[in-house]
């Protein structure tokens, strides 16, 4: 069975930074493009940032270029989400997103999503 479990969220103010981490298993984790995905309240879900299967490839939002770093370590199975200098229009649920082509055709696998308040 196919799980990204995301680590917890949090209360952050603004200007602090976060971590998010999620581990992905039931897939092999290095032959798939990873991402994070957010949803503000009333907002569309948007793509926060990408990175390529082996790690050498990485695409970020405008929105949050130069703030956010993703990365990933395979020999652990998770992604990674720094987000530093937390700003509150980054308030949102985070998603983790895998991304791999097999036999069938591309298949994507979501993470439930965490929580991410940044408010004073």
């Known amino acids: 069975q196919v799980q990204l479990v995301e680590s917890r969220g949090g209360l952050v103010q603004p200007g602090g930074s976060l971590r998010l981490s999620c581990v992905g298993s039931?897939?092999?984790?290095?032959?798939?493009?990873m991402g994070w995905f957010r949803q503000a309240a009333g907002k569309e879900r948007e793509l926060v940032a990408i990175?390529?299967?082996?790690?050498?490839?990485?695409n970020y939002s405008d929105s949050v270029k130069g703030r956010f770093t993703i990365s990933r370590d395979n020999v652990k199975n998770t992604v990674y989400l720094q987000m530093n200098s937390l700003k509150p229009e980054d308030t949102a649920v985070y998603y983790c997103?895998?991304?791999?082509?097999?036999?069938?055709?591309?298949?994507?696998?979501w993470g439930q999503g965490t929580r991410v308040i940044v408010s004073s």
């Open positions: 039931g897939f092999t984790f290095s032959k798939y493009a």
């Open positions: 997103n895998a991304r791999g082509v097999l036999s069938s055709g591309v298949v994507t696998h």
């Open positions: 990175i390529t299967g082996a790690g050498g490839r990485t």
